[in-house]
């Protein structure tokens, strides 16, 4: 793999307002196209984001394991191994949460169990999950 095949960029145009006090805030522009973005989990989106970050750096070799990652990070080396995981998930669950289009149910929590490695037995328990959740 090259490594422009591991790289997800994703662009937001952002708007920038200054509040009272002189406090700045964000604000994206309101359309179809990225309001779902913003509708969706931060905490999911977070934790997908940094999950592929850690991989890549682990992956170029600049920590040889995950402990050395969990002190550099300042974390548990069991969150980041656990976190890890979720690059294990199927491409278009990834761009689902990334997309804010998850199931409803999807939370960070219920990702951190174990869930299996193959895409399609992935894809077939989140639409399991959704069912019973109806």
Same mark, same amino acid.
């Given at each position: ?12 145009p952002?708007? #920038? ?5 002189? &406090?700045? %805030?964000?604000?994206?522009?309101? *359309? !179809?196209?990225?309001?779902? $973005?913003?509708?969706g ?33 300042? #974390? ?5 191994? &656990?976190? %890890?995981?979720?690059?294990?998930? *199927? !491409?278009?669950?990834?761009? $689902? ?25 992935q ?12």
């Open positions: 793999m090259t490594g422009a095949a591991q790289m997800l960029t994703v662009r937001v952002l708007a #920038i307002r200054k509040q009272r006090g002189g &406090r700045k %805030l964000m604000v994206a522009p309101a *359309s !179809p196209t990225n309001r779902a $973005a913003w509708a989990d931060t905490t999911l989106v977070k934790a997908v984001a940094r999950a592929f970050r850690w991989r890549r750096m682990m992956e170029a070799g600049r920590y040889g394991t995950i402990d050395e990652l969990a002190a550099a990070e300042k #974390i548990n080396s069991s969150y980041v191994s &656990r976190l %890890l995981r979720l690059t294990l998930l *199927s !491409p278009d669950i990834v761009e $689902a949460i990334l997309d804010g289009r998850q199931p409803d149910g999807m939370t960070l929590p219920g990702l951190m169990e174990p869930f299996p490695v193959e895409w399609d037995v894809r077939a328990a989140i639409l399991r999950s959704r069912s019973t959740q109806a």
